[in-house]
């Protein structure tokens, strides 16, 4: 097998063949595939969803030491854990269109047919275009001129538009868009936060001692307590690290323990097709 | 207003940013065109992004390179396995994708399969805790175990749905679980508060230091 | 108390108190003198002294630094950056940034480029950016037996070979500690995959949202410290001496909080207070009505 997959150097005419015939073989397997009676395809997406997982729970559950040297790490499957990555890596970043085609085909629509805000279609268009080529230019013709230098001005380079679109656009409108949160938070605090029952009232009382103790605010206000002995337990910042690490813990881990079976079981069903639901009945 | 402050304040990364920002931001007062633009600008600015930088960081250097440079001619396999992807905007195909798409969830289960015991034994190993002041426990340490140990039971006791909670002892467990996690989710929103307002902050920061330089007027 | 003034304190315009806190938070970033001292907490303290531990201990010193941030949240993860690679860079360890969000190298790039020409950091033969990784789970188990392999190029599609800076790393076995700086649940994916072979020290740098998940793991000792959101940036900056982005903003968010906690208050005042008008109204109409 391995002589069979052997690289070939390009300038090779072999090379160009084998090319070919893996694409014709690619092609091939599609066209096998479509023409499997439709009673077959729910067993095939089984089978390959099995087999999906059987690399890592064989290498999992396969003792250490089989099918190696003495001395060596893992067992016989061990070693293809960074070839079962690059080809995970590789297929999933195919997936990359799905999203892209989706919103560009929907605001393409948008801005051919001029319907309502279609001028805020065509600006998504030209920033996804103006992103996408500059990012790719930077990358491979950073130091290009754009534009000249002129009167005094220095020149401008793929990369100076590519800083200006990333640092600038992109980077400084995401940031602002989760910043609004901020905002929400301190109007839902007025207006949500309603102290009804002894539970809210121990939910908002360890959220401001643990909030009082995150910041400088909590370390003043108890500044003049001393840092050791027993009064110091009754500094917000001693107060709130005693939630976090005594009270907030143990709860925390409790619920990891119940998610943890909850995703384990799961996680053996998916392996095994046994889900069942909208997305997993379809013929 | 000197010649060298305008000219900061002009360039147009900085000059980008802060406009941007402030038209984000303005979604708080009232809904407005400006922040519809930039939002639609956000979205393709991302989109773009990320299709580019799946190329040059992903799959030139994995695909491109190694079947081209390299002459790994198999990896040519990846482009048709790849395209049943897009199964999914056909009704004739669609069933394809769902094959990649479960080749996908078989490998997050294993690696479920993978992780989970050196994830989660340490927890287990980890929660059996002294409970007797005794030698390098002391008196104090002990008391804390003791309410670590309480509190992990009464919140996987409340967590039981198994069985009916019929028993006494059970049913003031699983209350006492109850409020020790309302102590927790507490500390969790006291938490989600600082990053919220962390990122407001920032935002605050960039447009009166970084942009405005304000910070230099006042020291 | 009349009613309407109890109706009153639950209603104040949220646009007023918009501008509040714009004011407020423009106030304590541009006035000097608005600072409070900072006091680093316990898991700051232990997460600094896992860097040094593992910067002392014998053998190689390389350290991973994981960065799955983008610049959604810079408020929190950016100053954590900064403050951890400057204690790397001071401590002349060398690093790797692996990124697990399309926007992280680029970002980490801009750090490490400001941060190295202060430290006389050399790109590849001090630090490396990795770039981009699709599949986080399988790559994260990929680098456990073979970090070349597995990586094969820096974001520049540079062999990994090349680098004067990978020359001795080749697995997780050759790397000191582990560094990761998110604002998503990548515990699981660190600590079941990649650490707990060898016992890498782990440190785990998250938004602030993320760090109570984080506890029980410092309680096993699978964590070998956290450092919380922007406090935990102006934490570590007091430990290493400078005063950059975590500690300029303590300030505001100090005041951001006193307004919170003052907001509930006033809200559960106006709240509390109504339904007693309420009650107090109806049990006078009933007592006028017998």
Known sequence: MRTLFHSIPHTHPLYYVALLATVAAGIGILALLQALPTRLRRPLIALVTFLGGLYYAAEFFIP????????????????????????????????????????????????????????????????????????????????????????GHSSITNHDIYVVLFNGGLASLDSAMFALIGFFIISASYRAFRIRSVEATLLMASAIIVMLGQVTLGSWLTGGLPSHGPLAFFRFENMSEYILVHLNAPAQRAVTFGLALGVLATSLRLWLSLERGLYFDQE | MSADYLHHLLLPKLLLGAIGTIAILSLVFRENKLYRLFEHVFLGLATGYGLATTWTQVLRPKWWDPMVGGGEWIWILAAPLGLMFYGVYTKKFAWMARLIFGLYFGLAAGTVFQGFAEEYVPQIRASFKPLI??????????????????????????????????????????????????????????????????????????????????????? | ?????????????????????????????????????????????????????????????????????????????????????????????????????????????????????????????????????????????????????????????????????????????????????????????????????????????????????????????QVAGIVIGVKGAGDYETLLGVKMQGTQVSTALSMVYALIILLVIVGNIGYHGARRAAALQAAGEGRGQS
């Not at chain 2, 049913?171 to 006492?176: H, L």
């Open chain 1, 64 to 151: 250490t030491g089989w099918g190696v040297h003495k001395g060596v790490d893992g067992n016989f499957l061990s070693p293809y854990f960074d070839k079962v990555a690059n080809i995970s890596s590789v297929l999933g970043s195919f997936s990359i269109g799905l999203g892209v085609f989706s919103l560009i085909g929907m605001h393409l629509r948008i801005a051919s047919r001029r319907r309502e805000s279609w001028g805020f279609s065509l600006m998504l268009l030209i920033s996804f275009v103006a992103m996408t080529i500059f990012t790719l230019l930077n990358e491979y013709a950073g130091k290009s001129v754009v534009i000249p230098s002129v009167a």
């Open chain 3, 1 to 221: 108390m009349d009613n309407n003034v109890w109706q009153k304190l639950q209603s104040i315009d949220p646009r007023a108190l918009y501008v509040v806190v714009l004011v407020m938070i423009s106030a304590s970033i541009v006035l000097p003198g608005l600072t409070l001292p900072i006091i680093p907490g316990q898991q700051s303290k232990d997460a600094f002294n896992a860097v040094v531990k593992a910067a002392n201990t014998p053998g190689s010193k390389f350290m991973l630094v994981s960065g799955w941030w983008s610049a959604s949240t810079r408020g929190e993860n950016d100053p954590q950056t900064r403050a951890i690679l400057t204690h790397l860079m001071r401590l002349h360890v060398p690093f790797g940034v692996l990124s697990f969000d399309p926007q992280n190298p680029q970002l980490m790039d801009n750090i490490e480029t400001s941060l190295a020409q202060k430290y006389g950091y050399v790109y590849g033969r001090d630090y490396i950016n990795f770039g981009y990784q699709v599949a986080p789970a399988q790559t994260l188990k990929g680098i456990v037996t073979n970090m070349k392999g597995t990586l094969k190029t820096d974001w520049h599609s540079k062999p990994l070979e090349t680098f004067p800076v990978m020359a001795n790393v080749n697995s997780i076995k050759d790397v000191a500690a582990v560094i990761d700086i998110t604002p998503v649940s990548s515990l699981d994916a660190w600590l079941g995959l990649v650490v707990q072979k060898y016992h890498t020290p782990f440190i785990y740098v998250p938004t602030a949202v993320m760090a109570p998940e984080g506890y029980p793991y410092r309680d096993s000792g």
């Open chain 2, 133 to 219: 002041a005794h030698g390098a426990v002391t008196a104090a340490m002990a008391v804390n175990n003791w309410i670590f140990v309480i509190i992990l039971i009464c919140v996987l006791v409340y967590f039981f749905f198994a069985f009916e909670q019929n028993s006494a002892v059970i049913k003031r467990s699983a209350s006492a679980g109850r409020v020790m996690l309302m102590i927790a989710f507490g500390a969790i929103f006291g938490s989600t508060i600082m990053i919220r307002e962390a990122l407001l902050i920032d935002r605050i920061r960039f447009l009166l230091i970084e942009w405005l330089q304000l910070g230099h007027i006042f020291r």
